[in-house]
């Protein structure tokens, strides 16, 4: 099993930065890619982000690319997600999820993820 908890949602302005953890737990977390997820109310689970083992390249979705950063340190457990530049569509719950065998692109893809946290909510006025 794997569990997985976010943390540093918050309220922000728009161009204002905020920085998501996703600390998670389980002897193999490890190995497994650590993908981020936003869903607002009334719209589809979207893909954020995603990052492999520690050197692993990091993908991101196209609205974010250029503004958000996902790293990772394996030896804390940890994955970030750096949130710069944020604007009102930025507004939702984000997700971390944990996959073992995904590979791009389908770690796109959020059925393919095996465990997810309960959320942190990112709010960005306008």
């Known amino acids: 099993q794997v569990q997985l908890v976010e943390s540093g949602g918050g309220l922000v302005e728009t161009g204002g930065s905020l920085s998501l953890s996703c600390t998670a737990s389980?002897?193999?977390?490890?190995?497994?890619?650590i993908g981020w997820f936003r869903q607002a109310p009334g719209k589809e689970r979207e893909f954020v982000a995603a990052?492999?083992?520690?050197?692993?390249?990091?993908y991101y979705g196209d609205s974010v690319e250029g503004r958000f950063t996902i790293s990772r340190d394996d030896a804390s457990n940890r994955v970030y997600l750096q949130m710069n530049s944020l604007k009102p569509e930025d507004t939702a719950v984000y997700l971390c999820?944990?996959?073992?065998?995904?590979?791009?692109?389908?770690?796109?893809?959020?059925?393919?993820?095996?465990?997810w946290g309960q959320g942190t909510q990112v709010t960005v006025s306008s």
């Open positions: 999820a944990a996959d073992k065998f995904g590979t791009w692109p389908l770690l796109r893809r959020k059925d393919v993820y095996d465990y």
């Open positions: 389980g002897r193999t977390v490890w190995t497994y890619t």
């Open positions: 990052i492999g083992r520690s050197g692993g390249t990091p």
